[in-house]
């Protein structure tokens, strides 16, 4: 990989800190001898018990307790019964905020590089994302902090130098609407 994941500590720091950071970084995805190199271009952030759109809002549930848990890992549920939808954990354990993964440029690297016809794919909502990715139920709880790990968050190496992070309300939540924690690379 050549790049080292980002450590602990860039995860733990507050919620909308590292939506913000993670845009331009480049997540590297491995499984089923495939390797996707997948540049962050939307997040949103999302602050546990103190933010209604949260699913930490009200406490711990089967689903959300890995929220509650240490930063970087995978937090990965389903949406409307059909859809994967991948965040990344916040904070100290027990706050249970998490960044939501909403749009990547991906590059498929590596030996059964299926996406050779056109080799950069720019993918839009959370539930495409996943499933381009293969991430499932199956990573919930995934630690991306782990330099040998299925999905690590790494720095780019030039480009985010001169990126232009955008901010906005977020997409499809019922409350908390006036909250500015949608954060995008402006221009693309």
């Known amino acids: 990989m050549g790049r080292e994941p980002f450590g602990r500590s860039f995860f733990e720091q507050p919620v909308d800190v590292v939506a913000h950071e993670l845009i331009g970084s480049h997540m590297i995805v491995h499984g089923e001898g495939r390797v996707f190199d997948a540049q962050v271009i939307e997040t949103e952030a999302y602050g546990g018990l103190d933010d209604p759109a949260s699913h930490a809002f009200r406490g711990p549930t089967p689903r959300s307790t890995i929220m509650f848990g240490p930063a970087g890992h ?3 549920y389903r949406i409307y019964g059909i859809h994967w939808c991948m965040n990344v954990v916040t904070q100290e354990a027990g706050s249970a905020s998490a960044v939501l993964l909403r749009a990547a440029i991906i590059h498929q690297i590596g030996a059964n ?3 050779s016809e056109t080799p950069t794919v720019i993918c839009r909502g959370p539930g495409n994302l996943t499933r381009i990715l293969s991430i499932t139920g199956d990573d919930n709880g995934t630690d991306c902090c782990a330099k040998a790990g ?7 190496t030039n480009e985010t130098e001169s990126r232009v992070v955008g901010q906005s309300t977020r997409v499809g939540v019922s409350h908390a609407k006036e909250r500015r924690s949608r954060y995008f690379l402006e221009g693309i």
């Not at 299925?150 to 780019?156: D, G, K, L, Q, W």
């Open 74 to 76: 995978l937090y990965v």
């Open 113 to 115: 590089a299926d996406l």
């Open 150 to 156: 299925r999905v690590v968050f790494v720095r780019s």
